[in-house]
């Protein structure tokens, strides 16, 4: 069973470490070796719109309740963080919340989450994707 751990993104910095290092802002226990010591970061770009690098060798996964499968995150590809996002690191799942608990911070509705995706990809079909929804339903987020 993964120990799940929720951390705040509403940061006054614009990027946040995870990882065992004792200077990370989130850190997982020193002796869980398969977390890098520094594993992944987040980062807050334009528009307002969080990403996540991996930083590891062994990997940071991202989870979405309507996708079936967890997804690798790529060393020069970093993901755009959404609601409903879980980021799994072996036995650890963390999840984003807002400052008041809540979570899934990084869009109020899946409207403004496909056009954020539309923002960042610059391209519909890769939002998409991302995001699991059509390219016209990118399109039609964005116009909206």
């Known amino acids: 069973m993964r120990e799940t751990i929720r951390f705040e993104l509403f940061h006054p910095r614009r990027e946040l470490t995870l990882g065992r290092a004792p200077q990370c802002d989130i850190v997982v226990p020193p002796n869980d070796t398969h977390v890098s010591t520094v594993h992944c970061v987040f980062q807050l770009g334009d528009r307002n719109i969080w990403t996540v690098h991996d930083q590891s060798r062994n990997g940071t996964f991202i989870y979405r309740a309507e996708d079936p499968f967890a997804r690798r995150v790529g060393k020069s590809a970093p993901a755009m963080l959404s609601l409903n996002m879980e980021i799994i690191i072996h036995n650890h799942r963390f999840v984003p919340i807002d400052s008041e608990g809540k979570i899934g911070i990084f869009a109020t509705t899946q409207e403004q989450l496909r056009a954020r995706a539309f923002d960042y990809y610059g391209d519909a079909l890769e ?13 039609r987020a964005y116009d909206g």
Do not use: E, H, M
């Not at 994707?129 to 339903?137: A, M």
């Open 127 to 139: 939002a998409g994707v991302q995001i699991g929804v059509s390219k016209t339903t990118i399109y």
